[in-house]
């Protein structure tokens, strides 16, 4: 009997080890994953600016930087990773959705249509997740290591206001840009008659993409506005399955 209820307590000590060990791993991760994409958007903030200013003209900006971008907007692949074996507390559907829109706008949109590449509104949505990712990774970064200055957290939970609708204006406009250029080509595209007997219109499949932000992009708004809430003012939300 003694001996069970020391195995018990001993079992119950390993468990809480290697909780504990567990979140040490995962904080350990997380921060150095959070200063690595600070360090990676803030090379490619001091990489446009100083484009800007050599050049005085946006033109070639993105070719410039486009492996240093397409490298950090990659990785942010793991965060669903973080948040599907549970190690971040935010929903894999809402960090899928934000992510992979993404990382489509840099491969499948900006990178494989040459024609755009100078557009402003590419400009618009770099300058804007440039500004946003700094803010969310130093963010996450110095409140795994409990020393958040106040204006980041404010910047965290207030600038999102105005730059999630500035960086959807520019990868709409974007996206706008390119429907002509994918339509000459026919680009990504499959006609009929093929040996795999499959038909695919790369140009509709992106205004299906445009108008899918109707429905999606609220409930990313709603989401930072819920957390917000939250964070800032304190208030408890029970939040539904998501
Ligand atoms: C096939 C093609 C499909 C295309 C589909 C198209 C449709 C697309 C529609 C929508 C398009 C959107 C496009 C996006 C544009 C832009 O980004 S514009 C620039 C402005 N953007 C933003 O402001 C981004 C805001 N979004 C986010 O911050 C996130 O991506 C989020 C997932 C939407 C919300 O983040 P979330 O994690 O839920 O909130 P937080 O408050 O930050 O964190 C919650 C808790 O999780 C912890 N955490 C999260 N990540 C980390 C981490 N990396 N490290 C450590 N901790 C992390 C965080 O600390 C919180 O923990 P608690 O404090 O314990 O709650």
Known sequence: MASTEEDGSVE???NNNKK???SAIAVAWLT???IAMTAGWLVLAIAMMRFY???GT???LYKSIARTLKFFQTIALVEVVHCAIGIVRTSVIVTGVQVCSRIFMVWFITNSIKQIQNEESVILFLAVWTFTEITR???YTFNLLNHLPYFIKWARYNMFIIMYPLGVAGELLTIYTALPYVRKTGMLSMRLPNKYNVSFDYYYFLIIVMLSYIPLFPQLYFHMLRQRRKVLLGEI???KDE
């Open 12 to 14: 119950e000590k390993e």
């Open 20 to 22: 504990r060990t567990k």
């Open 32 to 34: 150095f994953y959070n």
């Open 53 to 55: 200013i050599q050049k």
């Open 58 to 60: 946006h033109k070639g």
């Open 137 to 139: 990774y130093s963010f």
């Open 237 to 239: 939300i029970v939040e």
